[in-house]
């Protein structure tokens, strides 16, 4: 799996997954995420959606062991930060230890967004000055990522997000060569992930195997028109019955990804 966080990356020269969204540039900020380490399923999450986040501890001195950024020197520096997560937990301790972590950063004017468990909603009373918005866990990949980014927007940052490419359900992330459809991770060759990019990049426009010989293998390739329908035929399979559809044949010319703006 190729990926740029400890949390959640390791090496290979297989693509692994990440998830969707638009095709924002990145910003020069980083997200601050407490506690240290995050839980597991919080960093897979930032890894895949390419956001750009490093740990704090309860100093607020930031951990530079964990997390991505495209400069860890300084990750503590508040001014660098788009906007902050807290995960509170029925830990011993923990509730007042995020809650010192979120009124420190929104004393910096920094939005913070805090993860809590279904069962820790009264913990929120009277806390409503800590944080700017929260969501109930375990979370769903798409809402977090929308309640992340319109709390981004509404406070005049951008969305710390790397290169995506998106359609539907489904996110490729350009940086980490990761994919996702539906929150789920696509466990890609390089091919496939190029193919999927190819296509995902035009949604509704058909291209002959021809074309999609040249453009993703290559003018020197000469495995043949049979390579693509092998590719395609794998890509539909890891995507899943409920997705394989977004991949369409377009019978005597070729394939394409979504669909086309033109309707008969």
């Known amino acids: 799996m190729v990926g740029r966080s400890s949390a959640a990356a390791g090496s290979g020269s297989k ?4 998830t969707a969204a638009d ?4 910003h020069g900020g980083v997200l601050a995420v407490w ?8 960093a897979r999450f930032f890894d895949l959606e390419g956001y750009r986040w490093k740990t704090v501890d309860d100093d607020l001195e930031g951990a530079g062991a964990r997390g991505r950024s495209p400069d860890a020197t300084d990750a503590h520096d508040q001014s660098q930060w788009d906007g902050a997560v807290a995960a509170l937990t029925d830990e011993d ?10 009124q420190a950063v929104r004393s910096a004017d920094t939005p913070v967004l805090v993860l809590v468990g279904g069962g820790l909603l009264d913990a929120l009373t009277d806390r409503h000055d800590h944080f700017d918005d929260f969501i109930i ?3 769903h990949p798409h809402e977090l990522r929308s309640r992340l980014d319109l709390l981004l927007t509404r406070a005049g940052k951008a969305n710390g997000r790397g290169d995506l490419v998106t359609y539907g359900p489904l996110t490729l992330n350009v940086e980490t060569y990761q994919a996702v459809v539906d929150g789920r991770h696509l466990d890609l060759t390089y091919m496939e ?3 999927l990019r190819f296509l995902a990049s035009s949604p ?3 291209f002959t195997r021809e074309t999609l010989l040249n453009r993703v293998w290559g003018y020197e390739y000469y495995g ?6 092998v590719h395609i035929r794998r890509l539909r399979a890891k995507m899943g019955e409920d997705h394989s559809s977004l991949i369409s044949t377009v019978r005597g010319v070729g394939y394409r990804l979504g669909q086309s703006r033109w309707t008969v």
């Open 93 to 102: 301790g923990q509730a007042e230890r995020c809650w010192r972590f979120c």
């Open 35 to 42: 506690p240290d380490p995050p839980p597991v399923e919080l």
């Open 23 to 26: 095709s924002d540039r990145p």
């Open 137 to 139: 866990t375990p979370f």
């Open 15 to 18: 693509p692994g997954s990440g």
């Open 204 to 206: 509704g426009q058909v």
């Open 193 to 195: 992930y190029e193919l």
């Open 224 to 229: 043949g028109a049979r390579t693509v329908d």
